[in-house]
């Protein structure tokens, strides 16, 4: 076992690219979640009675036009009566009539409801995840959060607009044909029914084997369109390292696997239509065979016989739309598992109950023997106690991991402290509204990200009432103004893609204008201007005192200058603050951030 | 047609398969009406002349023609989809070559997006035509010819009675289907939003969390999903609209068979079992009428489809490797001759001349536009020159074999680039073969094996879209060590180390200056620190090479190299007085 896990590792490690299938496949039937499916759409009573009725009318033409056809062959064709012909034939169009605005409000009903539940599902979905804290983003690739919200709740779309209200449907008109046939004749009804198991057969083991040969293309294909999405993305560099022909044998594996699994699908799903009209086939060869032996004895005519043979036709429709919604509901436990698994994770963040909203700080905030491990492990902050009063400069100097994010992370509240109080104005944020302790902190990160959409939106997002005249002043402010303004269309050039058109730095600059924009108390820069180049950030040094200027703020940097100037310096190792203090009070020691200033000057000289 | 004309390599080697499905539809359409013929025979000869003992041959007839048609619709829809998949399969193959070809040029125009839907949607609609959709277009005439054939045969009133409403199904069919692409085309489109905005905000949390932006982003997705949501209701509406009336006339026929035909029989015009068959023939003749919009559909999308692809596959080369190019290995002497290029009418570079020997670096400096990226970009000949040349080894980059040209040119661009595998993969990405020594090897020099090594699987860490996520500065050092392992004559570092910090950079540059020793360098970045050991320093503005010289000649000289290493070295001051003895030994020296 453990060698054959060997080499499978061994295989990966080479793979030229590994697409993990991040689709639902399917599940057993599980009543607990079929009933919370269902709860969905009693949130819509109205509709899903109306839909009901709308298809009872269909069932209702369904059973009574092949009788009528029946009946018309018999007594007025074969009777020979005219006027009964028209009375028959007018009955006929009358009932066709009525089926007319009965399937139109059962198309309209269905989909309104369908569509419905799909809708508010999704809303509950998202607004949920969007309220999850950093440790359940933090755990998740943002391509299966993706997934989970746009593909697994459309898997359930079919189930919903088609599969529920039909099934009734169906059911009844299944229930009503047999009735019918029976009452009509009872040997002729037995012997039509034997191919009626067939049809069961084919219309679930057969679909539900088509169904999962198609599951198998479906992951090819999106493997095949990963890589594809991928290479185009990165075709720079496969380009600049001439990896075309491996890659071209890569692509041409999984496009021959594609191909192979294609026509395997396509294969059995080929039988399904000969299959369903050779049953058709044997059914009517059977009602003719026993039929005409009746009618031989008097005991059929032919308008009966015909309408036996609509009626047997009729039995296909139901059938096959029973079998579908079974393998609906297969592949619906699925998705909805994944989708209910995400509803009843806790955020790990929480407003407590009848916790206050945070009112108008002046920006004092204080860290009082903190504690804080990720994953139960080691501990990332290990008693940090700090005061910064409104309108300081902190800077926190160290290590990567040393626990600079960590303090950030946690003033922000993306994590709460799992032990020690962290205060701002005097108030435990744990105990205030989250929100409301948020929409006052301005948080500038390495990695800006940029929505698609206008640079005037991207900057509004600082603070969404903000008038054009208050953008662009913010961009001034920030020597973001002048670039700007140089971009084909100002202030309303479109950025796509994650904001690929723009520089690093310039990012950047769209993000200082996003924060002085938002005016918080608090201001937190995580290394901010590590991407922007000198030249711009000597630029952008005005504008950068003028984000800082009479608000609290905590620096991470690396560039001593932006360090110096910070009323207090905390210097982090393992989690510990281990000194603290002014830049020329830690200058006079011969402690860490001494040996740490010293380190960087000798890389320039 | 001549779009297909254009296409033909890709479908004419698999024509036996079409040829095939053809010759299997025909006998199935044929086999499909001796159902209403022996129904009719049935009720005619045996039912009406109780002739019972025929009963038995017609029977079996139905049997033996429903076997015969199974099979034969069998083989039709299989082979045609056979015949349609083949030809996607070449001609995908075909788009990804053409694609792994492309000048940069060309993908500093096109969208990731729209390239990605010709591969998908047109590819799919494409081959949708092949399979199936020529199929069903023969087959709409054969039904036509043979049903109303045998209809006309046994009675022309009812024939001519149940032909009149046709034209209006069709009609509807058409309306309905014109309407209904674009509606779909909607949904698709609403979903491709709703699907950015949600992708959007999942990637932004840290943003949106950080400036209590979640209402707004709940707005956001709410008018996306209600978009969605309108546009298939839309689609409903148009159901709604249309499918009723198909099915109306659909039923409206069987009363007229009924009542006609009723009328006939009773006036002894038609046999009883004809009307039974005719009764059997609509349904036959109504199912593709109501797919006529359908059809014509299908076919006009694949045209377009078509088009679009062959926009891709006839794009010209304007990398054209010559036949016979240098492909011998180079030391890495490089040399630019009054070069100038532009792209989209504008000069990114003006008559620049450098000369790089093996063995040294160029350090490129300039403010953003000023041309650093471009000049790089024309070594491993990503874009063309437009006037001057390129020399590497005294050869002009026209005249080497391409790929042997790109394999000695290694560029680390700005911003890194990680594919959908292991780490190990990712490095090893120019040299595929690279034993697990090389590749820590040049993770250690590219200061990335200690992170790799604390990570729970190491080199075999899934990166990528899916992968773990990376902060900027590990990406930049998983991208150099792949540099690195590619063991080039020349080696372009285009802001390569921008994300890390200044320590760790400098542990880079200096096991850099031991790996490219006796090999050529050139570097574009922004700390002092990192250019000022070049060999030559280069300052570029506006695409013109405005300074030129080692560290210690151009901070004699007032320019932008001393105006930022100014800013940067104030940040020294602050050690009180301590560096200038060093700077001013740098400048004596």
Redesign the interface.
């Known amino acids: 076992m453990v060698s054959v896990n060997e080499t499978r590792?061994a295989d990966?490690?080479?793979?030229?690219?590994?697409?993990?299938d991040?689709d639902a496949i399917e599940r057993p039937l599980q009543m607990e979640q079929i009933g919370r499916l269902l709860r969905y759409m009693g949130r819509y009573p109205r509709l899903v009675w109306a839909a009901l009725a709308a298809t009872c009318g269909g069932i209702a033409v369904a059973l009574a036009a092949p009788y009528l056809?029946g009946a018309?062959?018999d007594t007025?064709?074969?009777g020979?009566?005219?006027t009964a012909?028209?009375f028959?034939?007018g009955a006929?169009?009358a009932l066709?009539?009525l089926?007319?605005?009965a399937?139109?409000a059962r198309?309209?009903l269905t989909?309104?409801l369908g569509?419905?539940v799909?809708?508010s599902l999704?809303?509950d979905l998202?607004?949920h995840?969007?309220?999850l804290s950093?440790d359940f983003?933090d755990r998740r690739?943002?391509?299966?959060?993706?997934v989970r919200?746009?593909n697994d709740v459309?898997a359930l779309q079919d189930l919903f607009?088609n599969g529920a209200v039909n099934s009734i449907t169906n059911l009844l008109t299944l229930v009503g044909i047999v009735i019918i046939m029976f009452s009509l004749n009872i040997q002729l009804a037995l012997i039509s029914m034997t191919v009626v198991p067939v049809m069961f057969l084919i219309s679930t083991k057969l679909r539900a084997l088509i169904r999962r040969s198609w599951q198998h293309v479906r992951i090819r294909l999106s493997r095949l369109?990963?890589h594809?999405?991928?290479?185009?993305?990165?075709?720079?560099?496969?380009?600049?390292?001439?990896?075309?022909d491996?890659?071209?044998a890569f692509?041409?594996g999984m496009?021959?696997d594609?191909?192979t699994m294609?026509?395997r699908a396509?294969?059995l799903s080929?039988?399904f239509?000969?299959?369903v009209?050779?049953t058709?086939?044997?059914g009517?060869?059977l009602l003719?065979?026993f039929g005409?032996h009746l009618?031989?004895h008097g005991a059929m005519t032919?308008g009966l016989l015909?309408a036996f043979a609509t009626y047997l036709g009729n039995f296909w429709t139901p059938i096959s739309q029973l079998g579908q919604v079974y393998n609906q509901l297969l592949v619906a436990m699925a998705s909805s598992e994944r989708i209910f698994e995400y509803l009843d994770t806790r955020a790990g963040v929480l407003d407590r109950p009848g916790a206050q909203a945070l009112p108008a700080i002046r920006g004092d905030v204080e860290f009082s023997r903190v504690e804080f491990a990720y994953d139960d492990k080691k501990k990332a902050l290990d008693g940090i106690s700090f005061r910064a009063a409104a309108g300081m400069s902190v800077a926190l100097v160290g290590h990567?991991g040393a626990g600079k994010s960590t303090v950030i992370n946690l003033l922000?509240r993306?994590y709460e402290p799992t032990a020690g109080v962290i205060r701002v104005d005097g108030v435990d944020i744990c105990a205030c509204d989250?929100?409301s302790l948020?929409?006052q902190?301005?948080?500038v990160?390495?990695?800006?990200?940029i929505?698609?959409g206008t640079i005037m939106d991207n900057i509004r997002?600082?603070r969404?009432s903000a008038s054009d005249e208050e953008v662009v002043e913010a961009a001034r402010a920030v020597c973001a103004d002048d670039f700007i303004r140089q971009l084909e269309d100002g202030y309303r050039t479109e950025v796509?893609?994650?904001g690929s058109r723009l520089?690093?730095?310039?990012r950047q600059l769209i993000s200082f204008a996003?924060a002085i924009l938002?005016d918080p108390r608090i201001l937190i820069l995580d290394e901010a201007t590590?991407?922007i180049?000198?030249?711009?950030?000597?630029l952008i040094q005005k504008g950068l005192r003028r984000l800082l200027e009479g608000r609290t703020s905590f620096v991470v940097a690396?560039?001593?200058?932006t360090i110096?100037e910070a009323a207090l310096i905390l210097v982090f190792e393992d989690g510990r603050v281990v000194e603290r203090g002014t830049?020329d009070g830690l200058?006079r020691g011969a402690g860490r951030y001494r040996h740490l200033?010293?380190?960087?000057?000798?890389?320039?000289? | 047609m001549e779009i297909f004309r254009r296409l033909q390599s890709f479908y004419r080697p698999h024509a036996r398969y079409l040829a095939w499905s053809i010759v299997l539809l025909v006998l199935t359409t044929a086999l499909g009406l001796a159902y209403p013929y022996l129904l009719r025979l049935i009720v005619n000869r045996v039912i009406e002349k109780k002739q019972y003992g025929e009963l038995i041959f017609f029977v079996s007839g139905i049997l033996i023609a429903a076997l015969a048609k199974g099979a034969c619709n069998f083989g039709q829809q299989y082979l045609g989809q056979v015949f349609g998949i083949h030809a996607v399969y070449g001609l995908r193959n075909a788009l990804y070559h053409k694609l792994n070809r492309q000048p940069f040029s060309y993908y500093d125009k096109v969208h990731t997006g729209d390239l990605m839907s010709r591969m998908t949607a047109d590819l799919d609609a494409f081959r949708l035509f092949l399979a199936a959709g020529f199929n069903s277009i023969v087959n709409f005439f054969l039904l036509l010819v043979f049903g109303l054939g045998l209809m006309f045969s046994m009675n022309v009133t009812l024939t001519l009675s149940v032909l009149s409403m046709i034209p209006l199904l069709a009609f509807v069919a058409v309306r309905f289907d014109a309407l209904l692409w674009p509606a779909y085309r909607r949904v698709r489109q609403s979903l491709g939003k709703l699907n950015t905005a949600v992708q959007e905000n999942v990637m932004g949390v840290r943003t949106v969390k950080s400036f209590a932006r979640e209402a707004f982003e709940q707005d956001k997705f709410t008018s996306g999903n209600n978009a969605y949501f309108d546009a298939n209701i839309r689609v409903a509406g148009l159901w709604k609209t249309f499918f009723p009336y198909m099915e109306l006339i659909g039923n409206l026929e069987v009363v007229v068979v009924l009542g006609v035909g009723g009328y006939l029989v009773i006036a002894g015009h038609l046999s009883l079992g004809d009307l039974v068959a005719f009764f059997s023939i609509l349904w036959y003749i109504i199912a593709p009428m109501s797919q006529l919009g359908y059809l014509l559909n299908t076919w006009t999308q694949s045209v377009a489809a078509g088009e679009r692809l062959l926009d891709i596959l006839e794009a010209p080369d304007t990398v054209p490797s010559p036949a016979a190019g240098r492909t011998d290995p180079a030391r890495g002497t490089v040399e630019f001759r009054d070069v100038s290029l532009a792209y989209d009418g504008q000069l990114a570079l003006r008559r620049i001349s450098l000369r790089a020997e093996a063995g040294s670096t160029v350090a490129l400096l300039g403010v953003t536009g000023a041309g650093k990226t471009s000049l790089v970009s024309l070594l491993p000949r990503f874009y063309d020159a437009t006037e001057g040349a390129v020399l590497v080894e005294g050869v002009d980059v026209r005249q080497w074999d391409l790929q042997a040209l790109r394999s000695q040119v290694a560029v680390v661009f700005q911003e890194s680039f990680l594919f959908s595998t292991t780490i190990f993969a990712n490095i090893a990405y120019g040299r595929p073969t690279a034993s697990m020594q090389d590749v820590e090897r040049a993770a250690r020099l590219a200061d990335a094996a200690e992170f790799i090594d604390r990570l729970p699987d190491g080199y075999r860490t899934l990166v990528g879209e899916r992968g773990l996520g990376l902060s900027g500065g590990q990406k930049q050092r998983i991208a150099l060590a792949r540099a690195i392992l590619a063991d080039p004559a020349v080696l372009v570092l285009d802001d390569a180390t921008s994300a890390v910090d200044m320590e760790t950079e400098y542990s880079i540059s200096r096991s850099l200056r031991e790996v490219m020793a006796g090999r050529t360098t050139f570097v574009i970045a922004h700390r002092i620190s990192t250019l000022k050991h070049a060999d030559q320093i280069v300052v570029l503005d506006e695409g013109r090479i405005v300074q030129r010289g080692t560290h210690a000649r151009l901070l004699a000289e007032p320019g932008l190299y001393r105006s930022v290493y100014d800013m940067q070295f104030r940040d020294q001051e602050l050690l009180g007085g301590q560096p200038l003895a060093p700077v001013a030994g740098a400048m004596n020296g």
């Open positions: 590792a990966e490690l080479r793979a030229p690219f590994i697409y993990r991040d056809i018309t062959i007025a064709i074969g020979a009566h005219p012909l028209l028959y034939g006929l169009a066709y009539g089926n007319f605005f399937t139109r198309i309209r989909n309104w569509q419905n799909i809708r999704r809303e998202f607004s995840v969007q309220g950093f983003f690739p943002a391509g299966s959060v993706l919200i746009m459309n607009t369109n990963a594809l999405n991928e290479s185009i993305q990165g075709m720079r560099v496969t380009e600049a390292y001439v990896r075309q491996e890659n071209q692509f041409e496009n021959a594609y191909l294609f026509r396509m294969f080929s039988f239509a000969p299959g009209d050779f058709g086939a044997v009517s060869a003719f065979w005409v009618l031989m032919v015909v990567t922000a993306f989250l929100l948020r929409s902190i301005a948080l990160m390495q990695e800006t990200f929505f698609s997002y600082g969404p796509r893609e994650r520089s690093m730095g310039q996003r938002a590590a991407s180049d000198t030249h711009t950030e000597h690396h560039r001593l200058s110096r830049h200058m200033v010293e380190a960087q000057y000798r890389f320039l000289a």
